[in-house]
């Protein structure tokens, strides 16, 4: 028997927190963004051990445009690519600055960007970026195809050989899985990945679908 959809998304939420739906810090829409964005070949580890300070000093576009490009780097200069981060970060607080919002500590995006296309027109705001904001802030059925999703997505032969980036494989993954699941995909997916089906040595001891799993560097 083979590891479906059906059977990975019956059996691993009850080993995922499902009252999580991210593990990045934030403390507002906007910041979820600029987390998001930071987190890019970044653990969301690292990511929160420099956002708790700058979300207290810019929790807000206005504030961040205060706080300045040079001022953001020194938060965020532990991480990598931080000066393409930072010029992303400041282009997309300015974009933010004419909504009504921009000045709101407790900022929230206006409806016109909770669409993928639309908030992809923001600076810094790719495809995996806009499906991970949509999916944790409003709950749409995007797909965020992160390391630990684009890993585990070959590993159990959801996806094909020509599914060599984000974008094929969450093509392909909606495709077989099933529309019911498709809004607990990214965050049921990340964190079995992160935590039990890891890249090197897999915890399958600890793994509600090890008896359905074929991958053949399963462990047990």
Not at 131 to 137: A, D, Q
Not at 147 to 158: D, E, K, M
Request: with cysteine.
């Amino acid at each position: 028997m083979t590891l479906t959809p059906d059977i990975y998304f019956t059996h691993v939420p009850t080993v995922v927190d499902m009252s999580i739906r991210s593990e990045l810090y934030s403390v507002n829409e906007f910041t979820f963004a600029v987390a998001v964005i930071l987190s890019a070949q970044a653990t969301d580890k690292k990511v929160n051990e420099v956002t708790p300070e700058l979300f207290r000093v810019a929790p807000s576009p206005a504030k961040m445009i205060a706080l300045g490009e040079d001022g953001l780097k020194r938060h965020i200069r532990v991480l990598s690519f931080f000066n393409n981060k930072a010029k992303s970060i400041m282009g997309l607080a300015a974009a933010l600055m004419n909504d009504t919002n921009g000045a709101d500590d407790n900022y929230k995006f206006p409806k016109k960007y909770h669409n993928r296309d639309a908030l992809m027109k923001l600076p810094g705001i790719g495809q995996k970026t806009a499906n991970v904001i949509m999916n944790v802030l409003w709950g749409a059925p995007n797909i965020g195809v992160d390391t630990h999703v684009f890993r585990n997505a070959h590993r159990y032969a959801w996806v094909g050989a020509d599914a060599n980036t984000p974008e094929k494989v969450e093509e392909q993954l909606l495709k077989i899985i099933p529309k019911k699941y498709h809004p607990i995909v990214n965050h049921v997916m990340v964190l079995h990945g992160r935590y039990i089906c890891r890249a090197l040595r897999p915890k399958c001891g600890e793994c509600p679908v090890a008896r359905w799993c074929n991958a053949p560097d399963k462990t047990v």
